[in-house]
Nanobody
């Protein structure tokens, strides 16, 4: 088990920034790839970003996130971050962090074994 708890969501104006955090418990955090997903009302959950095992590992982004969002992790703190800049109203959604075991591929929902409860991000125009 890798319990995950997100924080940092809130209400922000378009063009603003937020930093989401995801705290993981358990000794094996560094063995998991970590991803961020989001789900807007009436839409399917979609991939946002992913980072592989080691601190400073490879990162992957959805096209909608490239150039605006940055994913990072601090294995010493068992925490993964999503820095979101230049936010748009279309970014409004519940954001979830998720953990996928070593050897799995990023981006597919089914690859992620553990999920947080989500944090709401609302971007006003």
């Amino acid at each position: 088990q890798v319990p995950l708890v997100e924080s940092g969501g809130g209400l922000v104006q378009a063009g603003g920034s937020l930093r989401l955090s995801c705290a993981a418990s358990g000794r094996t955090f560094s063995n998991y790839g970590m991803g961020w997903f989001r789900q807007a009302p009436g839409k399917e959950r979609e991939f946002v970003a992913d980072i592989t095992w080691s601190s400073g590992g490879n990162t992957y982004y959805a096209d909608s996130a490239k150039g605006r969002f940055t994913i990072s992790r601090d294995n010493a703190k068992n925490t993964v971050y999503l820095q979101m800049n230049s936010l748009k109203p279309d970014d409004t959604a519940v954001y979830y962090c998720a953990a996928r075991p070593f050897g799995t591929s990023y981006g597919r929902l089914s690859a992620y074994a553990y999920w947080g409860q989500g944090t709401q991000v609302t971007v006003s125009s």
